[in-house]
């Protein structure tokens, strides 16, 4: 099938992973749309849900919790102006080596609606030099399979321990053990992304993921307004998986007139 046959059969109703300025470093913007902006957008592709997920606190461009007020207040007045859609408050949490696996305390998790999670550089305790290197760059004899060992370990820490709603592009970035990942997917329930900003999860990765009791879920990962919404590319990714489109969550059929 068609990039274009797809865009003419399918759409997606809901996208729940877009960023906001409120993902920035210092005075430098991260993503380029307001809230208002995102929503926006999201009702002109016909979306009945979208999600405000901007970077975890730990992260180098990672949200201010102090500004979580904001975030809300700026969520109910572009609710109000647009009451046909569902506007959500979450939040990518990153990978890191802390009690849960997470840059978010089990505490902190509740001030959101719900939390997606997948790894990021720019976090302390998250092996960044050394899987940067390992993954950009060849690399000393183990050094691999060392970190793969690590960020798995570190994954289903974060997985098992917390109500995870969408693990965000699984193997991007990093090496992890894909198959791990998706048994622990299969067991808490947790969506796995179809990312379609990242190269991770490809077609390899899907396939062996599909194996698994899993669901999946495609993402924009919008970083301006004007991707918000996206999904062309990952539903070809599934589909050259051998993924059944109704195990993708979100997508549905158009109505052929």
Not at 65 to 82: C, F, G, H, S, V
Not at 107 to 125: Q, R, S, T, W
Request: with cysteine; aromatic share 8%; proline share 5%.
């Amino acid at each position: 099938m068609t990039l274009e046959e797809i865009r003419n059969k399918y759409r997606i109703n809901k996208d729940l992973h877009t960023h906001t300025r409120y993902s920035r470093t210092g005075p430098y913007l991260h993503a380029t749309g307001t809230i208002m902006e995102n929503v926006e957008a999201a009702v002109k592709c016909g979306l009945d849900e979208v999600a405000i997920t901007d970077h975890g606190p730990k992260e180098i461009y990672g949200l201010d919790p102090k500004k979580l007020p904001d975030m809300r207040r700026d969520i109910a007045e572009a609710q109000k102006k647009y009451p046909d859609i569902k506007i959500h408050l979450g939040v990518e949490a990153n990978l890191m080596d802390s009690p849960n696996g997470l840059d978010i305390s089990p505490e902190d998790i509740k001030d959101y609606d719900f939390i997606n999670a997948g790894y990021h550089y720019g976090v302390p305790k998250c092996g960044m030099i050394a899987n940067w290197i390992t993954f950009k760059l060849p690399s000393p004899r183990g050094w691999k399979e060392k970190m793969k060992k690590k960020n798995t370990e570190i994954a289903l820490r974060a997985l098992y321990n917390n109500k995870i709603k969408i693990l965000t592009h699984p193997g991007d970035k990093a090496y992890f053990d894909i198959e791990e990942l998706a048994r622990a997917c299969e067991e808490t329930g947790t969506l796995i992304e179809i990312n379609a900003r990242h190269k991770r999860p490809n077609v390899e990765d899907l396939k062996i993921m599909a194996k698994y009791a899993v669901n999946f879920i495609i993402s924009s990962d919008a970083h301006k307004p004007s991707q918000v919404g996206r999904y062309v590319r990952s539903i070809g990714l599934a589909l050259a998986a051998g993924i059944e489109i109704g195990r993708i969550v979100n997508v549905v059929e158009r109505q052929q007139i």
